[in-house]
């Protein structure tokens, strides 16, 4: 972890800070696209889908909050309140941890498991055409390796 001091004489120069841009506006334009396919096809925030992704995945379909915060990139604050929401459409159920009085699990629920079933489809094709199909397969195997240097 870099402190406020920590690099400051090592600026970037204008080439590497178009990368950091081309990086970043990358993603926000394939979020965007999905989150917009997903609304407009099922009604569904892309984070929703995010959740019930990981759930559906998890075994038993079920995940202890502070497990599914980190999967889904989220304060375990905005957490809770993203999973309320989905509580009250009926999509995540929240179970107590049988071991921990204080823990809960959140787990996919019957309607949960309909919609994701239902954006499933429109979720892939998405990240097919907004990213995959942009590269071949070499390239997309070096996109791997390049990515995972940054978050390993």
């Given amino acids: 972890m870099m402190d406020a001091t920590s690099g400051s004489e090592e600026l970037v120069s204008p080439e590497q800070l178009e990368v950091w841009r081309a990086f970043d506006r990358a993603h926000v334009h394939v979020v965007r696209q999905l989150e917009a396919d997903l609304h407009e096809l099922h009604r569904l925030p892309l ?70 079933g239902d954006a499933s489809e429109t979720h892939q094709r998405g990240v097919r055409d907004y990213l995959l199909e942009r590269f071949n397969d070499d390239e997309l195997t070096q996109l791997a390796g390049y990515l995972r240097r940054v978050y390993e």
């Fill in 47 to 116: 984070p929703w889908f995010d959740v019930l992704a990981r759930l559906s995945e998890a075994e038993g379909q079920r995940l202890r909050m502070s497990q599914l915060a980190d999967l889904v990139m989220l304060s375990p604050s905005g957490l809770t309140r993203l999973v309320d929401r989905m509580i009250s459409e009926g999509l995540v159920r929240r179970i107590p941890a049988e071991r921990d009085g204080r823990g809960f699990y959140a787990a996919l629920a019957e309607e949960g498991k309909r919609r994701l």
